[in-house]
């Protein structure tokens, strides 16, 4: 059973950083490519960010380019998502995702999906 464990959400002030970590279990993870996606109130679910299986290679959304930045841990069977210098509009519930390669900006495309983790920014 794949499990998908989003942590690290919270509150913070606009220009403040937080640090998002999805801990999986149930799948090969390194055979994975994962993302981060978020959404809004009212707003459709978003692309963010997303991660090659090795960690060499990522892709980010326009949105948050420089300002957000994904890794992972293969050890450790972690993906994160630091995120600087963040603004009200950030203001989402954010979602880890798996998907075999290649990687994808498309929510269709991920095969498994954690609970979320509530990121509110405040202006």
């Known amino acids: 059973q794949v499990q998908l464990m989003e942590s690290g959400g919270g509150l913070v002030q606009a220009g403040g950083s937080l640090k998002l970590s999805c801990a999986a279990s149930g799948l090969t993870f390194n055979a994975y490519a994962m993302g981060w996606f978020r959404q809004a109130p009212g707003r459709e679910r978003e692309f963010a960010a997303t991660?090659?299986?090795?960690?060499?290679?990522?892709y980010y959304a326009n949105s948050v380019k420089g300002r957000f930045t994904i890794s992972r841990d293969n050890a450790k069977n972690t993906v994160y998502l630091q995120m600087n210098s963040l603004k009200p509009e950030d203001t989402a519930v954010y979602y880890c995702?798996?998907?075999?390669?290649?990687?994808?900006?498309?929510?269709?495309?991920?095969?498994?999906w954690g609970q979320g983790t509530q990121v509110t920014v405040s202006s």
């Open positions: 995702a798996a998907k075999r390669w290649p990687w994808s900006d498309s929510v269709t495309a991920y095969d498994y």
């Open positions: 991660v090659s299986m090795t960690g060499a290679s990522t």
